[in-house]
């Protein structure tokens, strides 16, 4: 549900709230904090967006202030969505005109949930010191986003000159998986120090600069930075060991591979986080991140040595771009044809026809049974196995006898009338037989008798 507020005050939408609650019961008061979001009014929506699905993890409420024009009389317009149009949270919707937009900390105080703690989010363009903000000054935690500045190089320095305890920014929330799968390789065997890092990113790209003071400041080894293409983000990793290299390569910026010594190539899914995500994982703790504090003291140790990629190439620190795509598109259809193996495998149980029926379990049993015994054991079992078969045949009552007996009187009759005609199935065929042999008698026969009657015509 959205409710509108046109040029309305603090007073009137804190009326409305309560309304809201005491008619509908659409509003719960079980809220954990209050998500105060400062940006302006053409990128508000996005903003919400991602708010609200934080909220379901984090039920808040939201209060977004989007700055307006400047230029005008001073206007507040008032927007609260409730229900499926606010997620797990309440949404208020701040829109300053005039001299409202530099003052609007003071329209927010008036709407914050009492003994809750703040957090402060600039999703787009934030100030050079969000600690001394306004906005920034009343909140326990500030979160900003190096990533969304026109100059990411030059947002990432102003927080780093301004760091104070409780900021963050989603730059470094987006590699918590890159830092977790590093961190499980080199928690493997073999424990070797890690001689040299290089690390390959884009460079408009904030995080591959945070990810690469992190493993300086971690591993005590120098880094080499590596400038890849602009908009490619993190590329890869490279640590150097004695025993061989761990490399982790996102070609794709979808999935990456993990290479280690000793080891089959895994592939893993890495594409990039979304906002909500990383919003969600800041708002999960409200203390200082004490480990981005450090990382931004170790900035300025990281761009002290860079290359570019056909120099890293030719010293062996980056694979050629196509390698590492040829390499896992490779993986990737090999896969797939185990897959399409496997699902057109239909492996047939062995049988054995007893009787002229099939029993799918009668050789497995005899096989089993067979393993370790010599042909003597085998010959006494069949024996055995006949006995015992005879003795049962022999146990059936007399109804049964009777039975066989009546088979076997009409076998014998059977067999009776048979005889004559087995006998007289001989003489028919041997018939022929007879007069063949006859036929050839005579034939030498009367062959002489033309031969005579010849002689005494000639005489």
């Given at each position: 549900?959205?409710?509108?507020?046109?040029?309305?005050?603090?007073?009137?939408?804190?009326?409305?709230?309560?309304?809201?609650?005491?008619?509908?019961?659409?509003?719960?008061?079980?809220?954990?904090?209050?998500?105060?979001?400062?940006?302006?009014?053409?990128?508000?929506?996005?903003a919400?967006?991602?708010?609200?699905?934080?909220?379901?993890?984090?039920?808040?409420?939201?209060?977004?202030?989007?700055r307006?024009n400047?230029?005008?009389?001073?206007?507040?317009?008032?927007?609260?969505?409730?229900?499926?149009?606010a997620?797990?949270?309440?949404?208020?919707?701040?829109?300053?005109?005039?001299?409202?937009?530099?003052?609007?900390?003071?329209?927010?105080?008036?709407?914050?949930?009492?003994?809750?703690?703040?957090?402060?989010?600039?999703?787009?363009?934030a100030?050079?010191?969000?600690?001394?903000?306004?906005?920034?000054?009343?909140?326990?935690?500030?979160?900003?986003?190096?990533?969304?500045?026109?100059?990411?190089?030059?947002?990432?320095?102003?927080r780093?000159?301004?760091?104070?305890?409780?900021?963050?920014?989603?730059a470094?929330?987006?590699?918590?998986?890159?830092?977790?799968?590093?961190?499980?390789?080199?928690?493997?065997?073999?424990?070797?120090?890690?001689?040299?890092?290089?690390?390959?990113?884009?460079?408009?790209?904030?995080?591959?600069?945070?990810?690469?003071?992190?493993?300086?400041?971690?591993?005590?080894?120098?880094?080499?930075?590596?400038?890849?293409?602009?908009?490619?983000?993190?590329?890869?990793?490279?640590?150097?060991?004695?025993?061989?290299?761990?490399?982790?390569?996102?070609?794709?910026?979808?999935?990456?591979?993990l290479?280690?010594?000793?080891?089959?190539?895994?592939?893993?899914a890495?594409?990039?986080?979304?906002?909500?995500?990383?919003?969600?994982?800041?708002?999960?703790?409200?203390?200082?991140?004490?480990?981005?504090?450090e990382?931004?003291?170790?900035?300025?140790?990281?761009?002290?040595?860079?290359?570019?990629?056909?120099?890293?190439?030719?010293?062996?620190?980056?694979?050629?771009?196509?390698?590492?795509?040829?390499?896992?598109?490779?993986?990737?259809?090999?896969?797939?044809?185990?897959?399409r193996?496997?699902?057109?495998?239909?492996?047939?149980?062995?049988?054995?026809?007893?009787?002229?029926t099939?029993?799918?379990?009668?050789?497995?049993?005899?096989?089993?049974?067979?393993?370790?015994?010599?042909?003597?054991?085998?010959?006494?079992?069949?024996?055995?196995?006949?006995?015992?078969?005879?003795?049962?045949?022999?146990?059936?009552?007399?109804?049964?006898?009777?039975?066989?007996?009546?088979?076997?009187?009409?076998g014998?009759?059977?067999?009776?009338?048979?005889?004559?005609?087995?006998?007289?199935?001989?003489?028919?065929?041997?018939?022929?037989?007879?007069?063949?042999?006859?036929?050839?008698?005579?034939?030498?026969?009367?062959?002489?008798?033309?031969?005579?009657?010849?002689?005494?015509?000639?005489?």
């Amino acid at each position: 549900m959205i409710i509108d507020l046109p040029s309305t005050s603090t007073s009137a939408i804190n009326k409305a709230l309560v309304d809201l609650r005491d008619s509908g019961g659409a509003v719960a008061l079980g809220r954990v904090l209050t998500l105060v979001v400062v940006t302006d009014d053409a990128h508000a929506e996005n903003a919400i967006a991602a708010a609200n699905e934080a909220s379901r993890e984090h039920p808040c409420r939201v209060l977004v202030l989007a700055r307006g024009n400047k230029r005008g009389a001073a206007r507040l317009d008032a927007q609260i969505r409730v229900g499926g149009d606010a997620g797990a949270s309440e949404v208020v919707v701040l829109r300053a005109y005039g001299p409202l937009v530099e003052h609007g900390e003071t329209t927010v105080v008036s709407l914050l949930l009492p003994d809750a703690p703040i957090v402060a989010w600039w999703p787009g363009a934030a100030p050079e010191d969000v600690g001394a903000d306004p906005v920034g000054r009343i909140a326990q935690r500030r979160i900003t986003d190096s990533a969304e500045s026109r100059d990411p190089a030059k947002a990432l320095e102003q927080r780093r000159a301004t760091y104070r305890a409780g900021d963050t920014d989603l730059a470094w929330t987006r590699l918590t998986n890159w830092r977790a799968l590093l961190a499980a390789a080199l928690d493997q065997p073999p424990f070797e120090p890690v001689t040299s890092i290089t690390v390959a990113g884009a460079p408009d790209s904030p995080s591959t600069e945070l990810l690469a003071a992190w493993l300086s400041g971690k591993l005590g080894a120098p880094v080499v930075r590596v400038r890849t293409k602009k908009g490619t983000g993190v590329h890869s990793v490279r640590l150097e060991r004695r025993s061989g290299a761990v490399e982790l390569v996102r070609p794709d910026q979808n999935v990456a591979t993990l290479t280690q010594p000793g080891q089959p190539d895994r592939r893993m899914a890495l594409a990039r986080r979304p906002v909500k995500d990383c919003l969600t994982e800041e708002l999960r703790r409200l203390d200082p991140d004490e480990v981005y504090g450090e990382v931004l003291r170790e900035l300025p140790k990281v761009g002290t040595k860079t290359l570019t990629e056909r120099d890293a190439q030719r010293q062996g620190r980056l694979a050629p771009p196509g390698q590492a795509a040829r390499k896992q598109a490779a993986a990737e259809a090999k896969s797939a044809r185990l897959s399409r193996a496997m699902k057109q495998a239909h492996p047939e149980e062995p049988t054995q026809r007893v009787g002229g029926t099939a029993d799918p379990n009668v050789e497995h049993s005899e096989n089993a049974s067979d393993r370790g015994t010599s042909p003597a054991e085998k010959v006494a079992a069949v024996k055995r196995t006949a006995a015992a078969g005879r003795r049962t045949a022999a146990s059936k009552g007399t109804a049964a006898k009777g039975t066989a007996a009546k088979g076997t009187a009409s076998g014998t009759a059977a067999s009776k009338k048979a005889a004559p005609a087995r006998k007289a199935a001989p003489a028919k065929k041997a018939a022929p037989a007879r007069k063949a042999a006859a036929a050839g008698e005579a034939a030498p026969a009367a062959s002489g008798t033309a031969k005579r009657a010849a002689k005494r015509a000639s005489a």
